[in-house]
């Protein structure tokens, strides 16, 4: 054993004594701990109270309300059958269900539902996070991992959101815990993982990446033919039943026979179809990305993955980032897989950190550690509550004041398309319409774009005017016979929406803070606003 070569990939089988003078590592039992995590994120499920990205909603949420309640909207990528029902299904479409046959559909209990779920689901993978921890650098880390994991603002942001990036996330991280790093006859835990990234994959083909590397590493450790193809035949009967779960599910969904995966990745790579929600440079994932999840627990992490011995998810989280870093678009949440790893090697730093302090010769020798330590901290829970609570708020506040509304309310979105929840958070068939962005072939600008470039020559076209307070309806763009009663914009357009404005005899009915902007040297509010004819 002394000379064996010693494996990167292969966890703590030994760690140095655990036991410091005056520092206690000894966390609760399991079922204590999951208690604590899962209230805790329920918690976290109901402050964040912000916009963050569209899919949140358009791609789960809204999928779900129409296949349950009969109404919502379907975006372009479900026509096109990319997107898989499987995830809507596990996080949202089930509750809804259960809430529709036992009469409690309320819009309160359809809001806030699908994120207390959430929570639970992100406070199960929170344990298992600290189980791989305690596994892979011993239990002195993982009480500093547990201080990461409940303070990191990135995590507390989206993790008890409904984006497919954080049932992945979750399902990931139990998945590497049963993965058999260090050896190839687990095969029973070994079992567990596949069925776990099977569903990881399901849930979002990108996941795909992490477990590629894993198999790839595991095949690499095995001498035995005999082990190699029960590998395989686990994972060929694993992934047939999976697919063909997959096309049931989908074939409900969508009355027909849809091989999503497939259909996504053709897609993708044949049209580069990320490219059409923006472009970034092949070094944004680590220049900008990773910086900005990690925000002040970066210099911990650097600690942590130079001095930990362990790199074996170190290897992982380079690997996935370089994948991710290949295709233009990118995104903050694409890297939400990793970070809970990130934030092991974090929790090392912080544990290295904190004893580095300890050894000082001073009076209150913990000071300086313990200030340090708190500023960083403090920093994350600061971001944690600005971000869920101040920055972009306004598309949740603006669906408050649409439920408000009567029945015979028309309410139209002017701005840039999917900005805020639809009928998912409004539970009730009124009238709702958004200025559609969906890619075409065809050439020319969509409506949203159009709109962006002149706002008032937009919407004399797009409501047919031939005249101040004479109104056409576009049908082709799915306007309904009659003006909205309710139209909701953004601050920078009112200046050229105003003459429409007045013309047809609209007026302020509320406005929300969108964001805080810092200009002319100072801090000032950016609206949402929302406007409603004279009658209403």
Same mark, same amino acid.
């Given at each position: 054993l002394r000379h064996r070569k010693k494996d990167p990939l292969s966890p703590i089988t030994s760690f140095p004594s655990e036991k410091k003078e005056g520092i206690s590592y000894e966390l609760p039992s399991d079922l204590q701990l999951l208690c604590f995590l899962i209230l805790f994120r329920i918690l976290n499920s109901l402050l964040v109270r912000t916009w963050f990205s569209p899919d949140e909603y358009w791609q789960s949420l809204e999928v779900a309300h129409r296949s349950v309640f009969g109404y919502g909207y379907l975006t372009w990528e479900w026509r096109e059958g990319l997107r898989s029902f499987v995830h809507p299904l596990i996080s949202v479409a089930w509750l809804y269900q259960v809430l529709r046959w036992l009469g409690w559909d309320t819009p309160s209990a359809i809001i806030w539902g699908p994120r207390v779920i959430q929570g639970i689901y992100a406070g199960v993978g929170d344990l298992f996070l600290l189980k791989l921890t305690s596994s892979y650098m011993g239990k002195s880390t993982t009480p500093w991992v547990l201080l990461a994991i409940i303070t990191s603002w990135f995590m507390n942001y989206t993790i008890v959101r409904t984006f497919s990036n954080s049932l992945e996330t979750v399902i990931t991280i139990i998945g590497i815990y049963y993965w058999p790093l260090n050896s190839t006859s687990n095969h029973h835990s070994r079992m567990k993982s596949i069925i776990l990234g099977a569903i990881a994959f399901l849930i979002r083909p990108t996941a795909a990446i992490t477990w590629i590397f894993l198999g790839i590493h595991h095949l690499n450790q095995m001498r035995s033919i005999s082990n190699i193809l029960r590998f395989i035949i686990q994972v060929a009967s694993v992934g047939l039943l999976t697919l063909a779960i997959s096309l049931c599910v989908d074939y409900l969904f969508y009355g027909r026979w849809v091989l999503v995966p497939l259909n996504f990745f053709v897609f993708n790579l044949k049209n580069d179809a990320g490219a059409f929600y923006g472009t970034h440079p092949w070094h944004w994932n680590l220049t900008q990305g990773f910086p900005a999840i990690l925000a002040s627990y970066l210099p911990l992490f650097v600690v942590g993955a130079v001095t930990c011995q362990r790199k074996s998810l170190l290897i992982l989280i380079a690997w996935v980032t370089f994948v991710l870093s290949l295709p233009t678009h990118k995104e903050f949440r694409f890297l939400l897989p990793v970070l809970p790893i990130a934030l092991m090697y974090v929790g090392y730093g912080f544990k290295l950190s904190w004893e580095y302090f300890s050894t000082f010769k001073l009076k209150n020798r913990n000071l300086a550690g313990k200030f340090l330590l708190s500023v960083l901290v403090v920093v994350n829970v600061g971001m944690t509550l600005y971000f869920s609570l101040v920055h972009q708020a306004a598309p949740i506040q603006v669906m408050s004041r649409i439920r408000e509304l009567d029945s015979q309310a028309a309410v139209h979105f002017l701005t840039p398309?999917?900005?805020?929840?639809?009928?998912?958070?409004?539970?009730?068939?009124?009238? +709702?319409?958004? +200025? @559609?962005?969906?890619?075409?072939?065809?050439?020319? +600008? @969509?409506?949203?774009?159009?709109?962006?470039? @002149?706002?008032?020559?937009?919407?004399?076209?797009?409501?047919?005017?031939?005249?101040?307070?004479?109104?056409?309806?576009?049908?082709? @763009?799915?306007?309904?016979?009659?003006?909205?009663?309710?139209?909701?914009?953004?601050?920078?357009?009112?200046?050229?929406?105003?003459?429409?404005?007045?013309?047809?005899?609209?007026v302020e009915d509320s406005r929300f803070v969108q964001e805080i902007e810092f200009k002319d040297g100072t801090l000032s509010p950016y609206y949402m606003l929302m406007y409603k004819q004279r009658t209403q």
């Amino acid at each position: 054993l002394r000379h064996r070569k010693k494996d990167p990939l292969s966890p703590i089988t030994s760690f140095p004594s655990e036991k410091k003078e005056g520092i206690s590592y000894e966390l609760p039992s399991d079922l204590q701990l999951l208690c604590f995590l899962i209230l805790f994120r329920i918690l976290n499920s109901l402050l964040v109270r912000t916009w963050f990205s569209p899919d949140e909603y358009w791609q789960s949420l809204e999928v779900a309300h129409r296949s349950v309640f009969g109404y919502g909207y379907l975006t372009w990528e479900w026509r096109e059958g990319l997107r898989s029902f499987v995830h809507p299904l596990i996080s949202v479409a089930w509750l809804y269900q259960v809430l529709r046959w036992l009469g409690w559909d309320t819009p309160s209990a359809i809001i806030w539902g699908p994120r207390v779920i959430q929570g639970i689901y992100a406070g199960v993978g929170d344990l298992f996070l600290l189980k791989l921890t305690s596994s892979y650098m011993g239990k002195s880390t993982t009480p500093w991992v547990l201080l990461a994991i409940i303070t990191s603002w990135f995590m507390n942001y989206t993790i008890v959101r409904t984006f497919s990036n954080s049932l992945e996330t979750v399902i990931t991280i139990i998945g590497i815990y049963y993965w058999p790093l260090n050896s190839t006859s687990n095969h029973h835990s070994r079992m567990k993982s596949i069925i776990l990234g099977a569903i990881a994959f399901l849930i979002r083909p990108t996941a795909a990446i992490t477990w590629i590397f894993l198999g790839i590493h595991h095949l690499n450790q095995m001498r035995s033919i005999s082990n190699i193809l029960r590998f395989i035949i686990q994972v060929a009967s694993v992934g047939l039943l999976t697919l063909a779960i997959s096309l049931c599910v989908d074939y409900l969904f969508y009355g027909r026979w849809v091989l999503v995966p497939l259909n996504f990745f053709v897609f993708n790579l044949k049209n580069d179809a990320g490219a059409f929600y923006g472009t970034h440079p092949w070094h944004w994932n680590l220049t900008q990305g990773f910086p900005a999840i990690l925000a002040s627990y970066l210099p911990l992490f650097v600690v942590g993955a130079v001095t930990c011995q362990r790199k074996s998810l170190l290897i992982l989280i380079a690997w996935v980032t370089f994948v991710l870093s290949l295709p233009t678009h990118k995104e903050f949440r694409f890297l939400l897989p990793v970070l809970p790893i990130a934030l092991m090697y974090v929790g090392y730093g912080f544990k290295l950190s904190w004893e580095y302090f300890s050894t000082f010769k001073l009076k209150n020798r913990n000071l300086a550690g313990k200030f340090l330590l708190s500023v960083l901290v403090v920093v994350n829970v600061g971001m944690t509550l600005y971000f869920s609570l101040v920055h972009q708020a306004a598309p949740i506040q603006v669906m408050s004041r649409i439920r408000e509304l009567d029945s015979q309310a028309a309410v139209h979105f002017l701005t840039p398309c999917h900005s805020t929840p639809y009928y998912s958070f409004v539970h009730r068939p009124i009238e +709702l319409l958004f +200025l @559609d962005c969906s890619p075409s072939e065809e050439e020319g +600008l @969509d409506q949203a774009e159009r709109f962006k470039l @002149d706002p008032y020559q937009f919407v004399r076209e797009f409501y047919h005017m031939e005249s101040p307070g004479n109104f056409t309806p576009h049908r082709t @763009d799915h306007v309904t016979s009659r003006l909205p009663t309710h139209i909701v914009t953004f601050e920078k357009y009112i200046s050229s929406l105003t003459p429409f404005f007045q013309e047809e005899g609209f007026v302020e009915d509320s406005r929300f803070v969108q964001e805080i902007e810092f200009k002319d040297g100072t801090l000032s509010p950016y609206y949402m606003l929302m406007y409603k004819q004279r009658t209403q």
